[in-house]
């Protein structure tokens, strides 16, 4: 299994607030985690950002029945069968 060694960090973010014209919003989706100084940021400059991270991921594979590496594996090939 691969972890990831580091996090989306303030130059990241400051690339997608860079982009974000008049009544727009940004959506970050990680599958690791944003670093503290740059979500301090966004809540501190109340920039119009989602952040759905790594543990966001996981909390709503596990609502919805998904918790584990073998139902997510299910559930995959379920809705998105291999075509030959």
């Known amino acids: 299994m691969l972890f990831a060694t580091h996090a989306v960090g303030v130059r990241d973010m400051s690339r997608l607030i860079s982009r974000l014209r008049h009544r727009q919003f940004g959506v970050r989706v990680t599958t690791?985690?944003?670093?503290?100084?740059a979500y301090k940021e966004i809540k501190e400059d109340q920039h119009?950002?989602?952040v759905v991270s790594a543990t966001d991921i996981v909390d709503l594979l596990r609502r919805n029945?998904?918790?584990s590496a073998?139902?997510?594996?299910?559930?995959?090939?379920?809705e998105f069968p291999r075509s030959v």
């Open 48 to 50: 119009p950002i989602i």
């Open 65 to 67: 029945g998904k918790g």
């Open 70 to 78: 073998i139902a997510v594996a299910a559930w995959l090939t379920e």
């Open 32 to 37: 690791t985690w944003v670093d503290l100084q």
